[in-house]
């Protein structure tokens, strides 16, 4: 009987790359120039050279370089330190809004913004340019995240409502745990951070007001 000839794998094929990704890194990049565009828009209308807004962000001169050339994608909470800095709403920052009186945001254009260790999402809910008063914001936070906060400018409220899981919130040197359904309104002028100690994701939304006073 005639010896069976081994059987051959089919040559290795790279695989695409996921949608997904591309759309990520598509996303990523526009988001870098917008907020390019806009933080040397807001530096030069306030006559801030780099080292002024260094000084009053807390942002390296060097980090704000490499953002105001596009180089780089900041990261959630380096554009926080950014907009307080410049005394701008936070989606100022992620490029000029609309005057119409009907303006619609749609998913695929809402900018995904993530912590430096990427465990954090930020996505912007309302249109640019709505209100230059409020934000609405989805958060998601995986398995274990932390997410701490600088304080946000002078008078800044947030109002935090929990869709999904469990999540600890710390406001200066009390914590609170809130579970799905449940809501809190504090004042985010002061250290704050975020926590999902679950094992589940947890999803809210975060509603933030400024101050005009």
Request: net charge positive; hydrophobic share 35%; proline share 6%.
């Amino acid at each position: 009987m005639a010896a069976r000839a081994p059987k051959t794998k089919p040559p290795g094929r790279t695989r695409p790359k996921s949608s997904t990704t591309q759309g990520d890194e598509i996303g990523a990049a526009a988001l870098a120039r917008r907020v390019s565009d806009s933080l040397r828009k807001f530096r030069q209308d306030r006559r801030l050279s780099l080292d002024d807004l260094s000084a009053r962000s807390g942002v390296s001169r060097a980090a704000l370089s490499q953002i105001e050339g596009g180089r780089t994608n900041p990261t959630l909470a380096v554009l926080w330190k950014i907009a307080v800095g410049l005394e701008v709403p936070f989606h100022d920052l992620l490029g000029p809004g609309g005057n119409q009186s009907v303006l619609v945001l749609r998913a695929g254009d809402a900018p995904t913004l993530r912590s430096g260790d990427g465990r954090t999402e930020s996505r912007l809910l309302s249109p640019g340019g709505a209100s230059s008063e409020t934000e609405i914001y989805e958060l998601k936070f995986v398995p274990k995240a932390v997410h701490k906060s600088d304080p946000h400018a002078r008078g800044t409220t947030e109002t935090l409502i929990v869709l999904t899981g469990a999540l600890e919130l710390g406001v200066g040197e009390a914590t609170y745990q809130l579970m799905a359904g449940d809501s809190v309104f504090f004042r985010a002028d002061v250290p704050h951070f975020y926590a999902n100690r679950s094992s589940r994701e947890t999803r809210c939304l975060d509603v933030i007001h400024y101050s005009r006073a």
